[in-house]
């Protein structure tokens, strides 16, 4: 062999694993990329629903639809074979209630996400949805944009709100609280009352203690308890509570 020989040999063994790489490295992106996707299941009693979420599906690489179903029957078979990441389901899917087939999915699949995507705009359907377990609730009429990263958020363990039910979340979660501190208002003693009463007429600790007959220590002692019962920590929040408790007595 001689020396021109060996070094077109050399070459090509020394070019061969450089030429390999581009290919390696594309390889392992693609398989890296289909690691990362969503896999979905689809469910909505609407052909042209599902069809076309589908086809906005399709052409994002972060999202692999695993199947569609259009009954509650199709879709227990379905989540059996694919055990998908995300399920997409309608609040209604034919006769069946899609807050119940949520709850039922959850029970069986606790690790799989649930993101509600409806025409139902209705605030009573959006708490149901909610206190079913559902991580998320998108309007249809939403971007394909809007629908594949809300598929990513809760695949993600996250939780994802349609930006136009924002409103009544807020309103909900007011209430709510509201009725939560009514009812610790209500578990209050005669004496936290008359406590919290000269606290809302401005009254401090001193004469808080006058008035109850009582040291100031004392005072303190009890307004540590009270807003121990009501949840608070200062004294201008156990003031609030009290004034819109009686101001709900009083039918104002």
Request: net charge positive; hydrophobic share 45%; aromatic share 4%.
């Amino acid at each position: 062999m001689n020396l021109d020989t060996v070094v077109s040999c050399k070459t090509q063994w020394n070019e061969a694993p450089l030429q390999a790489i581009p290919t390696i490295v594309s390889v392992m992106a693609q398989s890296l990329r289909i690691r990362e996707q969503a896999r979905v299941v689809l469910i909505d009693d609407s052909r042209i629903v599902l069809e076309g979420l589908q086809a906005a599906l399709s052409r994002s690489s972060r999202v692999l639809v695993a199947g569609t179903a259009r009954t509650e029957g199709e879709a227990v078979v379905l989540l059996q074979t694919c055990q998908p990441q995300v399920v997409v389901l309608d609040v209604r899917v034919g006769g069946a209630s899609g807050i119940d087939l949520c709850r039922s999915i959850l029970e069986s699949y606790p690790n799989t996400a649930v993101l509600f995507f409806t025409a139902n705009d209705d605030k009573y359907t959006l708490q149901l949805a909610i206190l079913a377990g559902a991580r998320g609730y998108l309007l249809k009429g939403a971007s394909q944009e809007a629908i594949v990263k809300s598929i990513e958020i809760v695949a993600a363990g996250q939780a994802i709100m349609d930006q136009r039910l924002t409103q009544q979340l807020l309103v909900w979660i007011r209430d709510g609280r509201l009725t939560a501190q009514q009812d610790r208002m209500e578990d209050c003693s005669r004496s936290e009352m008359r406590l919290l009463s000269l606290l809302a007429d401005g009254k401090s600790n001193k004469e808080i203690a006058q008035a109850l007959n009582v040291t100031p220590s004392a005072v303190t002692a009890r307004l540590r308890a009270v807003y121990k019962r009501l949840h608070v920590s200062r004294r201008s929040e156990a003031v609030r509570c009290f004034i819109q408790w009686e101001q709900s007595a009083l039918g104002a």
